[in-house]
């Protein structure tokens, strides 16, 4: 079992930035493929960047390729998502979420799910 906590978010600028952590619990952490999901108002949930286990195979969302940045840090069992240029479709609510290996983009191939952290931006 995996437990996901997610920290970071809230009310920011637009251009601002913000860095959104993920703590995990378990062991297989170093084996989990992590990724990062949002979902907004009346939207689905969608994804937004996934990480490997090993840390080098790395996937973005066409919509934030260039501003966001994927990290982990498996000794300390946590992923991070660097938001840099935040505009105001960058608001909604940011999930982590875990699956055992490989890599994976959507959202029925995550088994486990944080409760969100809300990232709300302002023009």
């Known amino acids: 079992q995996v437990q996901l906590v997610e920290s970071g978010g809230g009310l920011v600028q637009a251009g601002g930035t913000l860095r959104l952590s993920c703590a995990a619990s378990?062991?297989?952490?170093?084996?989990?493929?992590m990724g990062w999901f949002r979902q907004a108002p009346g939207k689905e949930r969608e994804f937004v960047a996934a990480i490997g286990a090993n840390g080098y195979t790395i996937y973005y969302a066409d919509a934030v390729k260039g501003r966001f940045t994927i990290s982990r840090d498996n000794a300390k069992n946590t992923v991070s998502l660097q938001m840099n240029s935040l505009n105001a479709e960058d608001t909604a609510v940011y999930y982590c979420a875990a699956r055992r290996s490989p890599i994976a983009t959507t959202t029925v191939d995550y088994h486990y799910w944080g409760q969100g952290t809300q990232v709300t931006v302002s023009s």
């Open positions: 378990g062991r297989t952490f170093r084996t989990n493929a």
